[in-house]
């Protein structure tokens, strides 16, 4: 069946559903309550409003997208999420008896993200609402053996569930020296504020008449290291370039040290040794959905990837990237204090001046009448008051004009 839908119409549907058309956006609320089933409902337009009837915006769904897999499964599904149309969208849904008739390899997969997070050590605690969010934004992908599907110093933008095979974590010299200059760059202002040097601050590289391996090497550079050592020790420094870090199997999380440390590039390159299948979730979702609604397994990935950065600090002396980001991990994070907007600033220079106006016109004004001293001593008296009293105004008033 295809349904249209227009703006604000909100979909509660206990069908499988794909948007042919449009764009939607995915609601949920905090407390996963159960809200009666229907088939569209109209939503206020008023983002508090909005909060307050079907929670905060977690993602969008864009053509080709689907939504309702969860129904498929369960004969009475809890109400989880709430999709919201964006504009003028067509979708085909899809009922129970039809899925599976013709969804069958959707359905089985589907069964495997099931299986995979409830067994999972790291996702087994997380509510059922959640789980269903989290299974919906996972991707099935599968490396076969050899292929080196992460690079360091690429975009982290996706963090990955390891759930069956293995895989190599390599780390590029040249690279991790790269990331370590920029990484320390950025952080020597905050060194200078406080006065504290780290370990790795005073590290330097040793220099040998060996070339170093982690610098560049230029065709000049690499032929007279030939004539003086030979071919073999050219190849050996090009080999001594890349260092095994670690291994990575089932149960573990690539990209776990990046996410948590929220460093833009991977440190770490992965190369399979066996074909290797994972769970891909995007960095905007995992905040949405894990980090902002379950605390505890967030600190468990957080206490996952300081033991790998304790481990690879302690193991890695040439590599002082790691002990630079161990550093940091343990060092607390101070809360930046938001300051007041400048116009709130002026609204209370502002009531600050009425305040001081007020209160110098009750001590500086004269009665009307003064019984002890004549008409014309009160008189004047009372204008050298009203002259100090617009004085001092202007005198403020001037402070706070800038």
């Known amino acids: 069946m295809v349904l249209s839908l227009i703006l604000d119409d909100c979909l509660i549907h206990n069908s499988f559903g794909v948007i042919i058309k449009g764009a939607a956006s995915v609601h949920a ?59 003028l969208i067509h979708v085909l849904l899809i009922d129970r008896t039809l899925y599976a008739r013709s969804f069958g390899a ?4 589907w069964e495997k993200k099931v299986e995979f997070v409830n067994q999972s050590p790291l996702l087994r605690h997380l509510t059922p609402a959640i789980q269903n969010l989290l299974m ?6 599968e490396i076969q053996f050899g292929n080196r ?41 905050k060194e200078k504020s406080s006065g504290r040097k780290t370990i790795s601050c005073d590290r330097e590289y040793i220099h040998t008449k060996k070339l170093d391996p982690s610098r560049p090497l230029s065709v000049i550079n690499r032929r007279k290291y030939m004539q003086e050592f030979g071919y073999v020790a050219v190849e050996t420094l090009l080999r001594q370039r890349e260092v095994p870090v670690t291994t990575t199997g089932p149960n573990d999380v690539i990209g776990d040290i990046e996410v948590i440390m929220n460093f833009p590039t991977y440190c770490a390159s992965v190369e399979c040794i066996e074909t290797l299948h994972v769970y891909e979730l995007s960095k905007f979702d995992f905040y949405q959905i894990v980090n902002h609604r379950s605390t505890e397994t967030d600190d468990l990935l957080r206490n996952g990837a300081l033991a790998k950065l304790c481990f690879r600090a302690q193991r890695l002396k040439n590599i002082p990237l790691y002990t630079l980001l161990y550093e940091q991990a343990l060092t607390p994070v101070k809360e930046p204090t938001r300051k007041a907007s400048l116009w709130a600033q002026k609204a209370n220079q502002i009531r600050t001046i009425n305040k001081m106006v007020s209160s110098l016109s009750k001590i500086q004004r004269t009665p009307a009448v003064d019984k002890t001293n004549s008409s014309k001593e009160a008189e004047k008296r009372y204008k050298n008051g009203g002259d100090s009293l617009v004085k001092t105004t202007n005198e403020i008033t001037t402070l706070i004009t800038y």
């Open 149 to 189: 599907f992460i690079k360091q110093g690429g975009v982290c933008n996706s963090l990955f569930f390891v759930c069956s095979g293995w895989g190599k974590v390599i780390a590029d010299l040249r690279i991790s020296r790269t990331q370590y200059e920029a990484m320390k760059a950025t952080s020597r202002s």
């Open 106 to 109: 959707h359905k089985l997969e």
């Open 29 to 87: 609320r905090e407390d996963h309550g159960g809200a009666p089933q229907q088939d569209t409902v109209s939503i206020p337009r008023g983002q508090r409003e909005r909060v307050a009837m079907v929670g905060h915006e977690l993602r969008h769904i864009s053509a080709g997208g689907s939504f309702g897999e969860r129904a498929m499964l369960c004969e009475h599904p809890p109400y989880n999420v709430t999709v919201i149309a964006d504009e």
């Open 136 to 141: 919906e934004n996972l991707k099935p992908r």
